[in-house]
T-cell receptor, first 114, second 111 residues
């Protein structure tokens, strides 16, 4: 199993550009989430999904869109990048059972917006 | 407001020097507390789940304990490979899958 994979590892964008961060998992997990991690702020939830076709907002959803058409994939779209979105982005997945909070994280995407 | 606070922010130990990391929380009706380890440049890795006060979990040199207001991660005779950032998290009462994370404790163990 590859677990949770994320692409790209690094990305530099100019203000106003759009892009999609990719996330895939091969563990057949129902739940998937996107977090951003900033120095001194901890991990903050952006969006999450409890299954294909179902998504909801987390703590910091503005400027980001998600969709979940398959169990495996959960892409995060930046609509119009801003310097405030410079961060490290992590995708995570977990099962829907009693261990649903045991989240498996991907290696992260480091995004810089200039 | 649901909040998780970790202390200290950073901790430097000599190999073999035991210590504890603290995670305090202000979530009402706690539904669990989770510890993760994060190595530089990598995603967090799950360590423990604690569900009720008095519960303890152990893994190698790590032992996590939980009271009604806080959790401790005890590190016994640490080795340099234990160097990492340790994060704790609790579920929000308003969300099924939503976790709120602390900012972590950066642990450095010197040989």
């Amino acid at each position: 199993n590859a677990g949770v994979t994320q692409t790209p590892k690094f990305q530099v964008l100019k203000t106003g550009q759009s892009m999609t961060l990719q996330c895939a998992q091969d563990m057949n997990h129902e739940y998937m989430s996107w977090y951003r991690q900033d120095p001194g702020m901890g991990l903050r939830l952006i969006h999450y999904s409890v299954g294909a076709g179902i998504t909801d907002q987390g703590e910091v959803p503005n400027g980001y869109n998600v969709s979940r058409s398959t169990t495996e994939d959960f892409p995060l779209r930046l609509l119009s990048a801003a310097p405030s979105q410079t961060s490290v982005y992590f995708c995570a997945s977990s099962s829907a059972g009693t261990d649903r909070y045991e989240q498996y994280f991907g290696p992260g995407t480091r995004l810089t917006v200039t | 407001e649901d909040q998780v606070t970790q202390s200290p922010e950073a901790l430097r130990l000599q190999e073999g020097e035991s210590s504890s990391l603290n995670c305090s929380y202000t979530v009402s009706g706690l539904r669990g507390l989770f510890w993760y380890r994060q190595d530089p440049g990598k995603g967090p890795e799950f360590l423990f789940t604690l569900y009720s006060a008095g519960e303890e979990k152990e893994k190698e040199r790590l032992k996590a304990t939980l009271t009604k207001k806080e959790s401790f991660l005890h590190i016994t005779a640490p080795k340099p490979e234990d160097s990492a950032t340790y994060l704790c998290a609790v579920p929000l009462n308003t969300g099924f899958q939503k976790l709120v994370f602390g900012t972590g404790t950066r642990l450095l163990v010197s040989p």
